[in-house]
Nanobody, 115 residues
Framework: QVQLVESGGGEVQSGGSLTLSCTPS????????VGWYRQTPGTQLDLVVI???????RYGESMEGRFTISLDDAANTFYLQMNNLKPEDTAVYYC?????????WGQGTQVTVSA
């Protein structure tokens, strides 16, 4: 039902930074939870970070301190700022929104971190 367009992926050297963006077709204020997940080849999706409009945030293991989520209601966009990237962070990153029983996913954007 909800379409999410994400962008900002690319290649960066170890220790560098990237910021991903996600713009859903519906208003951000209508979603209960928004966030980011990632997937490496042959693995299931892993949590990066999720949050709500009250700022309650849940991080995946080893994510807190390097990854930050932010919301911009005026632009109807939320972001994932990634700092101090490591080769182990190489993955396809997916944005996600939840509303009641509905879950929607972005198309995915590749992040590659080289040594």
């Amino acid at each position: 039902q909800v379409q999410l367009v994400e962008s900002g992926g690319g290649e960066v050297q170890s220790g560098g930074s990237l910021t991903l963006s996600c713009t859903p077709s519906g208003p951000l204020r209508n979603f209960d939870v928004v966030g980011w997940y990632r997937q490496t080849p042959g693995t299931q999706l892993d949590l990066v970070v999720i949050t709500n409009h009250q700022g309650v945030t849940r991080y995946g293991e080893s994510m807190e301190g390097r990854f930050t989520i932010s919301l911009d209601d005026a632009a109807n966009t939320f972001y994932l700022q990634m700092n101090n990237l490591k080769p182990e962070d190489t993955a396809v990153y997916y944005c996600n929104v939840k509303q009641w029983a509905d879950t929607s996913w972005g198309q995915g954007t590749q992040v590659t971190v080289s040594a």
